[in-house]
């Protein structure tokens, strides 16, 4: 068969439907309504996933990202063949997210076009260490081992470095034939501006829809009487046309949402805090160049949220609170403007270590009783500005809210703060919503 392959779309997609996987795993761990166990289904449901990654991973021999699959896929395989109430969910959740990390971060150098160079092999030795646990259990308990999990490495295509070329076009191998198994080439293209996306069915059908109607309208003359009914059908098409396009434009909140899961999961395990986080409004759709604008936002006040407002254990006990900290994320809206509030039931802000700092830096020039809480806030989003006094890994460098002030400012949006000292604080993002 004649024809030319290029490598572009099936490298996309292979990236876009990695990253959706890795989400939906994380989702599952994260969200899982029992903390003590996974459930059968859950545990199906990562063993398919881990399968799907391995598996396409291996044919595009990215071999790195196949062998760590499968590793984990390991550790499913047997808990799904042997299913056990006993394996802790938190006890499987470090080595999920230990893979997804490695995953994750292999993926991102091929999508930037760089050598995915990662070596999985202490991964891999960690979860062997835990099979043989495991396996050794199920033989204790006079259970049955399963076959091995044999994976067999495909050898279809080959993944040659990156081709550098000055018009950016994307590399296509003219193969005049169709290939057999095993003797062809595929080139990573550089990166290109568009990316793939997801959208709905019922939005594609409701465009496909649209697009036959109007090609039936060209196809029918009408008679000069009947242009103006014709010319209000065609506008009337038109117009749900332009309504669908937008539509297809937007994307709920979920999968924004979905990610601060993570964020709160890795920062509270770090900074030995137990958090819950829980989420409202996520099914509001939104143009995808506001979700992209607003996602970094969102992280720095979640993490803000986590590290600078939760207190520790010890000191939510002193304070009569529950030793688990929460923070709630609520988007709504109204009259045409989106807000997402990030709260926490927390310490609260200080007004006046904000001040006092801000008076150092030479920001304040009447006194305390003259600003209103809000003008003492705001110092807080002046670039620089920490009250910190130990940096960490996330926080008391001088860079968070600043960012996100103007990150919203280039969108028409803003950021408005309130608290109450010993009770919490809530952040809220407001934009413009067309």
Not at 298 to 319: C, F, K, M, T, Y
């Amino acid at each position: 068969m004649e024809g030319s392959y290029g490598s572009d779309g099936m490298l996309d997609m292979y990236l876009y439907e990695s990253f959706q996987l890795l989400e939906q795993m994380e989702t599952i761990v994260l969200l899982e309504k029992n903390e003590e166990f996974l459930d059968e289904e859950s545990v199906q449901e990562i063993f398919r996933i881990m399968h799907t990654i391995k598996g396409t991973s291996g044919i595009m021999m990215y071999d790195n990202i196949a062998a760590a699959a499968h590793k984990l896929e390991d550790v499913f395989y047997y808990l799904r063949e042997a299913y056990s109430e006993e394996i802790a969910a938190k006890e499987l959740t470090k080595y999920i997210f230990m893979v997804s990390d490695f995953i994750e971060e292999e993926l991102i150098k091929i999508k930037e076009v760089r050598n995915p160079d990662g070596d999985p092999e202490e991964i891999i030795k960690c979860i062997d260490m835990f099979l043989v646990k495991w396996k050794a259990k199920i033989r204790k308990e006079g259970g049955e081992l399963p076959p091995e999990n044999v994976y067999v490495e495909p050898s279809q295509f080959y993944i040659a470095p990156a081709e550098e070329r000055s018009d950016k076009l994307p590399s296509i191998i003219d193969l005049g034939v169709e290939p057999s198994p095993g003797d062809y080439v595929i080139k990573n293209s550089v990166q290109k501006e568009e990316t793939i996306i997801g959208v709905s069915e019922g939005k594609l059908d409701r465009l496909t829809r649209l697009v036959e109607n109007l090609m039936e309208a060209e196809k029918n003359t009408p008679e000069e009487s009947d242009w103006q009914e014709m010319k209000e059908k065609l506008l009337k098409i038109t117009d749900e046309l332009e309504d669908t396009v937008i539509q297809m434009r937007r994307t709920s909140l979920a999968g924004t949402f979905r990610r601060m899961n993570r964020l709160v999961y890795d920062v509270s395990r770090k900074l030995d805090k137990e958090i819950e986080l829980s989420v409202s409004g996520e099914d509001l759709e939104v143009d995808r160049k506001t979700i992209v604008c607003i996602s970094d936002s969102l992280i720095h006040l979640v993490r803000n949220a986590a590290d600078h407002g939760i207190e520790g254990p010890d000191e939510r006990s002193q304070a009569g609170k529950t030793e688990k900290g929460r923070i709630s994320i609520d988007a709504k809206l109204d009259d045409g403007i989106l807000s997402i509030c990030v709260r926490d039931d927390g310490r609260g802000i200080d007004k006046r270590i904000i001040f006092d700092k801000a008076g150092r830096k030479g920001l304040v020039h009447k006194d305390i009783n003259e600003y209103t809480d809000k003008e003492i806030y705001r110092f807080l989003t002046y670039p620089g500005f920490t009250t910190k006094e130990k940096v960490t890994e996330y926080s008391g460098r001088g860079v968070g809210l600043d960012a996100v002030v103007g990150g919203l400012e280039k969108i028409g949006g803003r950021l408005d703060i309130d608290s109450v000292q010993g009770e919490g604080t809530e952040m809220i993002m407001r934009l413009p919503h067309a």
